[in-house]
């Protein structure tokens, strides 16, 4: 019986020893494999099987070429992805990826490893020694998440808001835009009779002052050419007075009778003179005709004098001088002078034959009634005054009407005269009067343009941006302060300085970035720009504002209006993923 333990031992030691053995050899299959696995650094869990096949060559991730694997990460870039040299600098475009087990993954640019700084909080990019941080990390990171789900848990109730605000928005900027078209209207008709008051006024203005500056034009040329005009007419006077003479002296020689009488007559007077006292000198009987002569043109001269001058006379005397129609003007002055001459001659006549009648009246008599008749006028005052300017105003006054009628335009050629006279400050009154209404005009097209433009804008998904319009938010970075208005504009603001960073260009496709462009130049250098991530938040906070490029600016708007449920779930996402890790990471340990 105890040779049958004994050998029951030995069975079970054994057994013992081979599984023990199994157990052994499933390790060291698992080391290698995990050996392998380490031997290409910097390979994510995704491609490690690429890079660990039992085939001894490597292809390329983009296929361009295949290569033994002794040249993986043999610090020499063959691959033009750079696939190779996942775990080493050598290539400019590769990646290397950190494990960072218990906290999250990283995929870091090649130009990081082994540079000398600890990146990966495993240490993993660094062939020095780096403390692993992964732990401590993976627990902040945690809780940041957590305050970040809650965050967009609470935006996401907000965003209801902002898409029913944004909704009612649009309903009030087409309610307003139709009141706005219909006030347009309106004002285009107050603004167009305003304008048409404005220019009958200016033309009326224009008018008066072109007669003014025309009269006065007149009026000075009339003032250096009436002392000669006087001149002439006395010249002339005096040569119709003379030959008037010479054709009395020629028929009294023709008529001996009136001769004798004449002379008779003459020397009667003369002995009469010459006993009254004094002596005078013997009268020619051609004297005695001359002086008949004289008297018949002064009695002439009177009667004309005293005839008064009638409207017509009077306008076709001022439209003589203001106009070239032969009609107005011509035909009743032609007509006088005709009449005139006439009289004039019949009168010379009678003086000649009529001279016994003459001889009784004396000279002395015949110059008072002269003087007399000099004295009486029938004419105006304002016809009789001195100056030339004067008269020709109060002709003026006293033929507008009848030139309007007869002539049917004024002296300048120009409308009809109608007596009305604009006074500068009527002018200026409907001026303003003009501005303002055009002024209201243009304010009211502004506000249909703005509106159009609102109403025109894509404002992401549900239309939640909708409710920033209007809306700006700030942040303070070193003496700087920036402000974004979304669907406007963008500044940088330094005390009362004001900079365009760019005014609104739109949404990109997925609706979470702003796009400002077109702003202030810099100095030698492109237009500044601005572009705004739009990214979930439980308020709006515009934040991490930064000039990664020259005159190129870049921000993060945290708004409830990007608190999508894409936004949500994807933050959701990231706990539970790190909640994961950090479980395995456990279980490992």
Request: charged share 30%; net charge negative; glycine share 6%.
């Amino acid at each position: 019986m105890a040779k049958h333990g004994h050998s029951a031992e030995g069975l079970a030691s054994t057994r013992l020893t081979a599984t023990l053995t199994r157990c052994a050899c499933l390790f060291l299959l698992l080391s290698a494999s995990s050996i392998r696995a380490a031997s290409v650094r910097g390979v994510p869990p995704s491609l490690l099987s690429v890079y660990t096949s039992d085939t001894n060559t490597f292809k390329c991730l983009d296929g361009s070429k295949s290569l033994q694997k002794s040249r993986v990460n043999d610090d020499y870039c063959d691959c033009l992805d750079g696939s190779d040299e996942p775990g080493t600098s050598a290539c400019s475009n590769g990646r290397f990826y950190c494990r960072n087990r218990g906290h999250q993954p990283l995929l870091l640019n090649s130009s990081f490893v082994d540079d000398g700084i600890c990146d990966c909080c495993d240490g993993s990019d660094e062939l020095q020694s780096c403390k692993n941080t992964c732990k401590a990390a993976g627990s902040a990171a945690r809780l940041e998440l957590v305050s970040k789900t809650k965050e967009y848990a609470a935006g996401a109730k907000s965003r209801h808001k902002y898409v029913s605000q944004s909704q009612a928005n649009k309903a009030q900027w087409k309610s307003e835009l139709e009141r706005v078209k219909k006030d347009i209207t309106q004002q285009q008709s107050v603004t167009d009779k305003a304008k048409a008051a404005k220019e009958e006024a200016e033309e009326a203005d224009k008018q008066r002052r072109e007669a003014a500056e025309a009269l006065k034009k007149e009026e000075d040329a009339k003032k250096g050419t009436s002392e000669d005009a006087i001149t002439a007419e006395d010249t002339v006077n005096t040569g119709s007075q003379s030959v008037l003479q010479d054709e009395a002296h020629t028929e009294a020689l023709q008529d001996p009778l009136a001769a004798t009488i004449a002379a008779e007559v003459s020397a009667d007077d003369a002995t009469e003179a010459a006993g009254q006292g004094g002596s005078s000198s013997p009268i020619h009987p051609q004297d005695t005709v001359n002086t008949g002569s004289q008297h018949v043109l002064k009695e002439e001269a009177d009667k004309e004098e005293e005839r008064e001058l009638t409207p017509d006379e009077v306008g076709r005397k001022i439209a003589s001088q203001w106009t070239t129609d032969p009609d107005a003007a011509g035909s009743a002055l032609e007509s006088g002078s005709e009449e005139q001459e006439e009289e004039l001659h019949e009168e010379e006549e009678d003086a000649v034959d009529d001279g016994d009648d003459h001889q009784d009246d004396s000279l002395a008599a015949d110059h008072a009634k002269a003087a007399s008749i000099d004295a009486k006028t029938t004419l105006p005052d304002t016809l009789m005054m001195d100056s030339i300017a004067a008269r020709a105003a109060a002709y003026w006054d006293m033929s507008k009407d009848w030139l309007n009628e007869k002539v049917g335009t004024n002296l300048l050629g120009s409308k009809r005269l109608t007596g009305k006279d604009v006074s500068p400050g009527d002018l200026t009154t409907l001026s303003d009067r003009f501005v303002k209404a055009n002024g209201r005009l243009h304010d009211l097209k502004k506000q249909q343009t703005d509106l159009e433009a609102k109403l025109a804008h894509d404002y992401g998904l549900e239309g939640a941006f909708g409710a920033l319009v209007d809306e700006c938010y700030d942040a303070q970075v070193d003496k700087y302060t920036y402000s974004v208005c979304p669907f406007k504009d963008a500044f940088q603001k330094e005390g009362a300085s004001k900079t365009s960073l760019g005014t609104w260009a739109g949404l990109t496709d997925d609706s979470t970035v702003m796009r400002f462009s077109n702003g202030q130049a810099c100095w030698q250098g492109p237009a500044r720009s601005m572009t705004v991530s739009v990214k979930c938040g439980s308020t709006e906070k515009l934040q991490k504002v930064e000039e990664p490029s020259r005159c190129e600016y870049v921000a993060t708007l945290l708004t409830p209006a990007a608190c999508t449920p894409a936004e949500v779930q994807g933050i959701q996402d990231k706990l539970t993923a790190l909640d994961q890790e950090l479980e395995d990471e456990h279980t490992e340990l």
